[in-house]
């Protein structure tokens, strides 16, 4: 089967995954070309060199919620667009909250000090991750209590906010402090292990936790 999405990114990224995850919900098939963020190579498909950047039915787009709007409207019949104004406006409020809240104080201060640079043969910034424990715990929470009010983030059905904060919540619990946070909040845990087994997650998922970076 020919590929119909291209996505220029680092293989093993939140982002590039989110892409492919909404792909998968699409039944389209994909390939990632491994491309750094701020690299010159990623300068040739973003103009902000940020990943990734997509190919598709010969158009031309980047940035996350671009690319995922667009392979859902136009390859998966909306099936992951709310139905209502406010859903959708849920759905895009809680994709900014994982995009913009959640994932860059779990990646940052928690998921490369303590999981990635190591591999790198580094030691951890034990106070970095010390200062952003509380910081984090406080994200997951707000999460939880949207999970209380809802089955998914947007409302009672899956949609991209779920796309969104899945991978943002895996990679979190790839460090230890963050699988105990995430362990103490059963909600929030109740769909994590729900949505592992969902077929678009199962087909993207990283190869190890190992590899999360």
């Known amino acids: 089967m020919s590929v119909q999405l291209t996505l220029y990114g680092p293989t093993v990224s939140t982002f590039t995954r989110i892409c492919?995850?909404?792909?998968?919900?699409?039944?389209l098939t994909w390939e990632i070309i491994p491309t750094g963020s701020g690299s010159k190579d990623m300068a040739e498909h973003h103009p902000f060199m940020r990943s990734p950047a997509a190919?598709?039915?010969?158009?031309?787009?980047?940035?996350?919620p671009a690319i995922c709007s667009y392979i859902?409207?136009?390859?998966?019949?909306?099936?992951?667009?709310?139905a209502s104004p406010e859903g959708q406006a849920r759905m895009w409020q809680w994709a900014h909250v994982a995009a913009?809240?959640?994932?860059?104080?779990?990646?940052?201060?928690?998921?490369?000090?303590?999981?990635?640079?190591?591999?790198?043969g580094r030691a951890p910034d034990e106070k970095l991750i010390e200062e952003a424990l509380p910081?984090?715990?406080?994200?997951?929470?707000?999460?939880?209590?949207?999970?209380?009010?809802?089955?998914?983030?947007?409302?009672a059905e899956y949609s991209?906010?779920?796309?969104?904060?899945?991978?943002?919540?895996?990679?979190?619990?790839?460090?230890?402090?963050?699988?105990?946070?995430v362990a103490d909040l059963p909600v929030l845990t109740a769909w994590l292990n729900a949505?592992?087994?969902?077929r678009a997650i199962l087909e993207t998922a990283w190869p190890d936790l190992d590899a999360l970076c």
Do not use: Q, W
């Not at 910081?135 to 998914?152: N, P, S, W």
């Open 135 to 155: 910081v984090i715990r406080y994200h997951l929470g707000v999460v939880e209590t949207r999970l209380k009010e809802a089955a998914f983030l947007a409302g």
């Open 160 to 181: 991209l906010a779920d796309s969104f904060m899945y991978p943002v919540i895996e990679a979190t619990c790839a460090a230890p402090e963050g699988a105990a946070m």
């Open 55 to 64: 190919y598709i039915d010969d158009l031309h787009f980047y940035e996350t």
């Open 195 to 198: 949505l592992r087994h969902r």
């Open 20 to 27: 492919a995850i909404v792909a998968a919900e699409a039944g």
């Open 100 to 120: 913009h809240y959640v994932f860059p104080i779990t990646e940052e201060r928690l998921v490369l000090p303590r999981v990635v640079a190591p591999m790198m």
């Open 72 to 82: 859902d409207r136009a390859h998966n019949g909306a099936a992951l667009h709310p």
